[in-house]
Every structure is written in C-alpha cells, then in structure tokens.
C-alpha cells in the first residue's frame, strides 16, 4: 500500500486547508485512515480519523474545526481544516490500517506535508 499525501502549506490564522491522501496498491484490505501530526519538539499524535463504515475519531483541539472524509471508491481521505491556529503548525501525515477502529495501530504511512499557520 502506498499513501500519497498533499494540500500543506502556509496560510495564516483563521484560514483553511485541505488535506488530501489517495491509497494505491492493495487497497481492498484497507479499513481505517487517519491523519497524524507531529510538530517540533512534540510526539506524533492522532488528529483525526475515518473507518470504511464512517466512524470517526477527532482529537478534542481540532474538534469543531476540522472534519475528516473519505471517498471508498477511491481510497482517499481529505481533512478539512477551519479556522486554523499557529499551534496547528505541524508535519501531517496520512495513515491507513486494515484495522476497524480509527483509534487502531496504523500499519502504512504516507510522506508528510508540512502545514504552516502564521500569526
């Protein structure tokens, strides 16, 4: 499975982004993807996630704010991300798991993209 990951880049506070990640590969063994993020100095953490049955998971700072899709025919998720804040500023990374939960380990990664919020 192979994860391509794009839509980061620089916007300032308030503004918005949308991530977007297509799997390729054996996708039909795919169940759950996510978006993770990690920014300097601080530990990769889950910020949202989708199952094929469209259970969602959302890390209570982005609640609200950010809303995680996915199209199955395609095998792509999106994060749509509302009202950004400088502390959102973090490497995102797509993730998918043959898992159920969007809380499970995630097996396959996808290169990051940087997303940037200005003050």
């Known amino acids: 499975v192979q994860l391509q990951a794009s839509g980061g880049g620089l916007v300032q506070a308030g503004g918005s982004l949308r991530l977007s990640c297509a799997a390729s590969?054996?996708?039909?063994?795919?169940?759950?993807m996510g978006w993770y993020r990690q920014a300097p100095g601080k530990q990769r953490e889950l910020v949202a996630a989708i199952t094929t049955s469209g259970s969602t998971y959302y890390t209570d700072s982005v609640k609200g704010r950010f809303t995680i899709s996915r199209e199955n025919a395609k095998s792509t998720v999106y994060l749509q991300m509302n009202s950004l804040k400088p502390e959102d500023t973090a490497v995102y990374f797509c993730?998918?798991?043959?898992?159920?939960?969007?809380?499970?380990?995630?097996?396959?990664w996808g290169q990051g993209t940087l997303v940037t919020v200005s003050s």
């Open positions: 993730a998918a798991t043959p898992r159920s939960l969007p809380t499970s380990r995630y097996d396959y």
């Open positions: 590969g054996s996708i039909f063994s795919l169940n759950a």
